[in-house]
């Protein structure tokens, strides 16, 4: 039997057809299973294939098991219905409660319906942890901001006012100066470290939560989590966030000034023993409030420079919410406002101007900039990606397939720095990445790299500049591109100078820049290529087919603006042809 709240419709029985029922199983929001209680037979069947089955429909709504014919049961065997579901709901944690009731003596019959919208509207699952009888710790982590928001002197405890100003702004009701007295007390007899002279401490706050759970009152953290803005994944509802502003495929999101600043200053508080770098645990500690580290997977784990103790400084700090921001913008805005940003969200990002607009104006206004990295396997690419955040020159963990990315700040003249981006693209996954429109969009500059010492390497990078360069040709999305020669510190081959040089005099980009980084000769790599990027407009390479389109489209307006003159000339000529013969029609009369 599947309940779906939404529509107020019951699905009673098996459905007709088992494609139907997983198509209903998996639209319901709560599902409800019966057995006989005059046949144990039938619950062991809800073992053994009811609930398997719906964890094989990954279906994600919460289980009622309900006990039917409850006046059929023998009366000289009672048996507790805790004794007898007890090890099943140990076994299948989907299950969030069970109940027993008779619809001929129409005993608990609503119970079940109660129960069953109740696990939809206020669900056990996302809160508490069953088994441990504990808070999870996405709760807690939620709980935790919503404490630290509600303590508006800092001083780690909600006063009675604090707490006053809480409960009204989650029940619309204050608290008498009685009840923060019995709440106090509670507290404080069960978890002694809960009040302080203060107030309320967070320890005290979650344990109040725990308490509401375990005596069923989930509905009362509910309502606490939905008045600050949480989904049933205790995530801030997208809703809630503010409507990005829409960009066209050649922009890019950046943090403001203003977010940059914010982000400073919660390092520096979170930086507990001023060494100027964040340990892990100092980063766990600043992202306590937020549902879980944005950092611990791919692409963001090992993409920037960590010390040698493996400590994150304030520029890797920087650079890592640069590219987040970047690659998702309204995940970044959620981390934002989860740490305590309470300006205007709108205020915290910006779009940046078309980088087709950049070429025209030959400049760009952006701070940070994408690099994609092609080339052939083993040219060395993940190396050069891996020298960019100082791993060593055997260290290339971490930086697999479309999960490349490093990223770190670069020296400019004048002491600005700029965040550069770089994303590798394996040698495979090119023909398909290309096949998109807009995928060179948000490259702003993009690098070939080969092995200098391998003839073949050299052919396949010339190749994939010539694709890279034709699709743009073909989508307008035209990058400036860098030809590099890595491991110069092996024999070239024979020849190997004179024809990279003309592979670039072809294409009409610069002469191919040589680095070794396993001497770590770098050449000024990296600010090559953040300055080729600000350089919009040159450095953009032509095939002979662009060329041709270029020198088709320059005859067609020439042929225009013939055509445009020879037609005013015309009208000029008939224009004074019929002044002329008006004055001579005058002159005769």
């Known amino acids: 039997m599947a309940f779906r709240l939404r529509s107020l419709t019951l699905r009673l029985g098996l459905l007709e057809g088992k494609a139907k029922l997983e198509e209903e199983l998996k639209r319901a929001d709560a599902v409800v299973l019966t057995y006989a209680c005059d046949k144990p037979e039938t619950l062991n069947r809800l073992q053994t294939f009811w609930i398997p089955e719906i964890r094989r429909l990954k279906v994600k709504a919460p289980v009622i098991v309900v006990g039917c014919k409850l006046d059929l049961r023998d009366e000289h065997f009672p048996v507790s219905l805790e004794r007898v579901m007890a090890p099943i709901m140990q076994q299948f944690r989907e299950i969030e409660t069970c109940i027993e009731c008779s619809a001929a003596n129409l005993v608990q019959v609503p119970e079940v319906f109660y129960y069953a919208q109740k696990a939809v509207l206020h669900p056990t699952a996302p809160l508490f942890d069953q088994e441990s009888q504990t808070l999870k710790p996405r709760c807690i982590r939620a709980l935790k901001r919503i404490f630290i928001l509600c303590d508006h002197d800092m001083d780690s405890a909600l006063n009675d006012k604090e707490l006053n100003e809480f409960q009204i702004k989650c029940f619309n009701a204050p608290l008498q100066p009685a009840e923060i007295v019995g709440v106090k007390r509670v507290v404080q007899e069960r978890v002694p470290e809960g009040v302080n002279d203060l107030g309320l401490t967070l320890t005290g ?37 503010p409507v990005l502003s829409k960009k066209a495929p050649d922009q890019s999101v950046e943090l403001t000034s203003e977010a940059v600043d914010f982000l400073i200053r919660i390092f520096s508080l979170f930086d507990s023993n001023n060494d100027g770098a964040l ?29 040698e103790f493996g400590d994150l400084r304030l520029s890797g700090f920087l650079a890592q919410w640069d590219l987040m921001t970047l690659l998702d913008p309204l995940k970044s805005l959620a981390y934002l406002i989860y740490l305590g940003y309470t300006n205007d969200p709108t205020t915290a990002l910006r779009v940046t101007r078309k980088r087709t607009l950049d070429a025209k104006k030959q400049q ?97 990078a010339s190749a994939l500049l010539m694709d890279v360069a034709r ?36 294409m009409k980009i610069d002469a191919p820049i040589r680095i070794s980084i396993k001497k770590r000769e770098m050449n000024n790599i990296f600010w090559r290529i953040v300055n080729a ?57």
């Open 364 to 460: 760009s206004d952006r701070h940070v900039f994408q690099c994609f990295v092609f080339g052939p396997k083993n040219a060395g690419k993940s190396s050069l990606l891996s020298s960019f955040v100082g791993r060593p020159f055997q260290n290339t963990h971490g930086l697999t397939g479309n999960q490349s990315y490093t990223v770190n700040a670069v020296d400019q003249l004048r002491g600005t720095k700029k965040t550069l981006i770089l994303h590798e693209i394996q040698e495979d996954d090119v023909k398909q990445f290309l096949s998109s429109k807009d995928s060179l969009a948000a490259c702003d500059v993009a690098i070939f790299v080969y092995d200098s010492s391998d003839e073949y390497s050299l052919k396949r």
């Open 205 to 241: 706050f979650l344990f109040l939560h725990a308490l509401f759970i375990e005596k069923g009152r989930l509905e009362t953290t509910w309502a606490v989590l939905r008045k600050f803005g949480y989904n049933d994944d205790i995530e801030l509802r997208k809703e809630n966030l």
């Open 279 to 307: 340990q892990d645990s100092e980063l766990d500690e600043l992202f306590s409030t937020a549902p879980e580290s944005p950092w611990d997977e791919a692409p963001y784990k090992n993409s920037v420079e960590r010390t």
């Open 471 to 506: 699709r743009g040709e073909d989508t307008g999305y035209g990058v400036p591109c860098l030809f590099i020669a890595l491991k110069d510190d092996l024999d070239s081959y024979p020849m190997a100078v004179r024809d990279s040089e003309a592979i670039c005099r072809e």
């Open 533 to 589: 990027a600000e350089r919009c407009h040159l450095s953009v390479p032509e095939t002979e087919y662009g060329r041709n389109m270029k020198q088709y489209r320059h005859l067609v307006n020439r042929s225009l603006v013939f055509a445009s003159v020879g037609a005013a000339a015309a009208v000029i000529a008939l224009a004074a042809y019929r002044a002329y013969a008006s004055r001579k029609s005058h002159s005769t009369s």
